[in-house]
């Protein structure tokens, strides 16, 4: 298994502003992934965080608005760029050792609330 | 489209019976995963089912899967308070290149 820290576990932001969130996995993994969660609801995948590589971007989501950065292989940023009372939501990072459609760890989430 | 449908939305039992949950896709799979997250938590992986696997345990949780009708259910046997979480199941279609997870259903024991 992997342990995974997310950072902060929780904020609340202004309207324009923009909050970064940090992902540290304790140990090597393959795969990173982005994904958002509204509370009671199912998870969407933001995007693929590769390793000193652009990001894979799902449709609905463009790097302007959710930057992401992996500079190595066990730690990622999402930022949410500008935000909006529309980007409130649980923001989960995840990993795998495998493939992309692997056995997942998830972080604990960092859920935003943007006045 | 979503690609795991899970009924029901929530269920309610009491501690020591069993629960079970279904979940329904659109599209040929590779395999089907379950996850478990408690309130205000990440998912926990519980388990994973190849598309030529029929059925697969795990302590007390047993999965069944028919490629045929595009289903899954997951059974938790004397079920306990603590099981108490939102399930969620995750395929990853053929064609596809991540996991898409369901609506996920929301089990509640009662002690």
């Known amino acids: 298994s992997a342990v995974i820290s997310q950072k902060p576990s929780r904020d609340i932001c202004q309207r324009g502003t923009s909050l970064t969130i940090q992902c540290q996995v304790d140990s090597q993994v393959t795969m990173m992934f982005w994904y958002r969660q509204q509370p009671g609801q199912s998870l969407t995948l933001i995007a693929t965080a590769n390793q000193g590589s652009e990001a894979t971007y799902e449709s609905g989501f463009v790097i302007d608005k959710f930057p992401i950065s992996r500079p190595n292989l066990t730690f990622s940023t999402l930022t949410v760029s500008n935000m909006s009372p529309e980007d409130s939501s649980i923001y989960l990072c995840?990993?795998?050792?495998?493939?992309?459609?692997?056995?997942?760890?998830f972080g604990e989430g960092s859920r935003l609330t943007v006045l | 489209s979503q690609q795991g449908e899970e009924d029901p939305q929530a269920l309610s039992i009491q501690e020591g019976e069993n629960a079970t949950m279904n979940c329904s896709y659109k599209t040929s799979i590779n395999n089907l995963q379950w996850y478990r997250q408690n309130s205000g938590r990440g998912l926990v992986h519980l388990i994973l089912?190849?598309?030529?696997?029929r059925e697969k345990h795990s302590g007390r949780l047993r999965v069944t899967l028919d490629t045929s009708k595009k289903s899954s259910s997951l059974l938790i046997t004397a079920s306990r308070a603590a099981d108490t979480a939102s399930y969620f199941c995750a395929t990853d279609a053929r064609s596809g290149s991540r996991l898409t997870f369901g609506e996920g259903t929301q089990l509640t024991v009662n002690p």
């Open positions: 995840s990993a795998s050792r495998g493939s992309i459609t692997g056995e997942l760890f």
């Open positions: 089912i190849r598309s030529n696997e």
